[in-house]
């Protein structure tokens, strides 16, 4: 597709409950980044892949994260008990050669009720 | 201290005006800075990139960079109610930190008629 492409936009779920979010970035960018932004907040890191490999995984919050990127193209985020705080929109970014030049998907908007 | 520090705002100014923005970083390593504009509701887009010290302008845009005091500014010459927006300031990582980049909190401009 011409951008990168994130599902679902609107994400409902239950405390306790696993999630996951998926993101099919620009075609043939190496780079993928997922970050999460809370109202009023700028985007915070959580993960960055080059090709398959998780390049910095530190900015995952607790072992409840965690994200693969299996063929190096699209990603899934993962989160196992679900929690309120968990509640951002996740935004999943690429870009070619991880240059810093970041394209965005328009995210998941993630409730935990 | 945080990583990437934007003065909190919200700014305003009138319509022509020059509107300026600051940004501090505390990675004395970080090699790449990158303005992105963000409108209620939808994702970051990069609007500037610069690496190395001094001036880069970009149309009614002007990024300045001095990486001894670790000040990242961008200016808005002529600035127009479109470019009321949120503005993120981006930092890539040096060293070990390389690939990953933080972005501030944002500063939110409002550009009055």
């Known amino acids: 597709g011409a951008g990168v492409s994130q599902t679902p936009s609107n994400k409902v779920t239950e405390k306790g409950k696993y999630v996951e979010l998926r993101c099919d970035p620009i075609?043939?960018?190496?780079?993928l980044y997922w970050y999460r932004q809370s109202l009023g907040q700028g985007p915070e890191f959580l993960i960055y892949f080059q090709g398959t490999g998780a390049a910095d995984d530190s900015g995952l919050p607790n072992d409840r994260f965690f994200a693969v990127r299996p063929e190096g193209s699209v990603s899934t985020l993962k989160i196992q008990r679900t929690e309120r705080g968990d509640s951002a929109v996740y935004l999943c970014?690429?870009?070619?050669?991880?240059?810093?030049?970041?394209?965005f998907g328009e995210g998941s908007r993630l409730t935990v009720l | 201290q945080k990583e990437v520090e934007q003065n909190s705002g919200p700014l305003s100014v009138p319509e022509g005006a020059i509107a300026s923005l600051n940004c501090t970083y505390s990675d004395r390593g970080s090699q790449s800075f990158f303005w992105y504009r963000q409108y209620s509701g939808k994702s970051p887009e990069l609007i500037m990139s610069i690496y190395s010290n001094g001036d880069k302008e970009d149309g009614r845009f002007t990024a300045q960079l001095n990486k001894a005091s670790q000040y990242v500014s961008l200016l808005i010459r002529d600035s127009q109610p479109s470019d009321s927006a949120t503005y993120l300031c981006?930092?890539?990582?040096?060293?070990?930190?390389?690939?990953?980049?933080?972005f501030g909190q944002g500063t939110i401009l409002t550009v009055h008629p």
């Open positions: 981006a930092v890539k990582g040096g060293g070990t930190s390389y690939g990953k980049l933080t």
């Open positions: 970014a690429s870009s070619s050669g991880g240059a810093g030049e970041l394209f």
């Open positions: 075609s043939g960018h190496t780079a």
